[in-house]
């Protein structure tokens, strides 16, 4: 859908302006042979398939684990069910690791907690363009958007393991989990280890909206100046940004 509008035409200025926005939404009916669900290739060496193809939801929905919090202390790990019967040390280990919920409640993480947790298609896209003209100048600059979809951030993924032989980003080292940050920590501890492996959930991605001026040209037309060139009929002289 776009509107067009005049806003200003007079002598000397005027500013004409457009808005468009656009709405995508698509849905598998079938994959054939009966077949209701499938998973696209991994993503990484971890074996995460995080984008699902369902019949009944959209190409690009995301599916994974959902992150209930981080173990705070050996307590909290002990009264998880899904902890049960662990020994000391494997509950030593846990404290301060990722806690994930157990969706079916089955006293085990498992593919089974595994749900749909984004979706990389845009609720929708959008765009503003205004043109001005002042004299023999003209200025037109575009803006453009997009709203509702998810980014997988790899990066992310592979700097989040705290504790292995990588920088991690300054966000993730704040919000780790230490004997005084254990109560607000969002991150595990760091521990060298190679044990540790994250399972896909929406740590990993981010809200893909965004606005941005993409594109700015100022010109100026030279006609009334080239009357006197009758094998010139116009000429304008311009400068262009683009991002």
Known sequence: MTVTAIAINNHDFGWDLSGNISFNRNRIVS???????????????NGDQPFIQ????????LYGYVEQDIYKNEA?????????????AIIARTVGEIRYKDLDHNAAITQQDQIFIGDVNPKFTYGFTNNFTYKNFDMNILIQGVYGND?????TYYLSNIGSFN??????WDERWTFTNWEHAKSPK?????????KFSR??????SYIRLRNVSIGYNLKSKLKSLTFIQSLRIYANART
């Open 190 to 198: 760091t521990e060298a280890q190679y044990w540790r492996a994250f």
């Open 151 to 155: 980014v997988i951030n790899m990066n």
């Open 167 to 172: 920088n991690v980003t300054q966000k993730m």
């Open 54 to 61: 369902r019949v009944g939801h959209p190409v690009g929905a």
């Open 76 to 88: 909290e790990v002990r009264s998880d069910p899904v902890m049960a019967g662990q020994p000391d």
């Open 203 to 208: 740590r990993f991605i981010e809200d893909g």
């Open 31 to 45: 994959l054939g042979g009966g077949l209701q669900q499938q998973f696209a290739t991994r993503i990484n060496t």
